[in-house]
């Protein structure tokens, strides 16, 4: 299985509409994603740390590690349509203007300390923007770029093995399976979900 069908089974699963979906299930990219300039070392840097930030490394690797500032850039390079890839790109430029306006310096040379209070802020910031925007005004920057995250690390071989409890065999679904407080969530990404 590769990562687009772990996605696709994602959206099925939680019935939700997550950002291009019908790019996951058919495997197209929107038209006009080929002019898009390719992001920069330093855009990388700073969506490694952007999504480190959220899913930082504790016991066990963090999204740094699973390589999530890669899947972000490919992500929203390839599969957003135009609008919401400017919102995305524009984002990257916002959070290092918020992180001078707060902290006098870059995303990048800011302690972690200093990065966790700026992205709760942005946070709170995206989710009021989220509950007031109209129905045909973009997503928040910050949104994709947390959106993205969780997606990039929870398909990933890391995410998927070390975050979560991986089950490798198929099966039938076992609602008395044990758990005890502070166990991870499981996870099948083979499963087949009708």
């Known amino acids: ?9 994602v959206v ?9 979906a019908e790019f996951f299930l058919t495997g197209c990219s929107p038209r006009g994603t080929e002019k898009r300039v390719a992001f920069t ?9 952007i999504a480190e930030t959220i899913i930082p ?9 699973a390589g999530v500032g890669a899947f972000m850039a490919m992500m929203s390079k390839d599969g957003y349509d135009d609008g919401t890839f400017t919102v995305f ?12 306006k707060h902290h006098s310096k870059r995303f990048l040379e800011s ?8 992205l709760t802020d942005l946070d709170r910031e995206a989710a009021e923007y989220t509950r007031t925007k109209g129905r045909n005004e973009p997503p928040h920057y910050f949104r994709l770029m947390k959106e993205l995250t969780l997606i990039g690390y929870f398909t990933s071989e890391i995410g998927c093995t070390q975050a979560l409890r991986y ?4 099966g039938a679904y076992d ?15 083979t499963r087949r979900f009708n």
């Open 111 to 118: 302690s972690p300390s200093e990065r966790t209070a700026l």
């Open 57 to 65: 490394t504790t016991d066990t690797p963090g999204a740094k590690a």
């Open 175 to 189: 609602g008395n399976a044990p758990y005890k407080k502070g166990d991870r969530a499981w996870t099948n990404p």
């Open 167 to 170: 089950s490798a065999n198929p």
């Open 12 to 20: 099925a699963i939680t019935g939700t509409m997550v950002f291009g």
């Open 41 to 49: 070392t330093q855009d990388l840097a700073l969506m490694d740390e």
């Open 89 to 100: 790109r524009k984002g990257l430029e916002q959070v290092d203007k918020a992180s001078r």
């Open 1 to 9: 299985m590769n990562r687009r069908e772990a996605i696709a089974r």
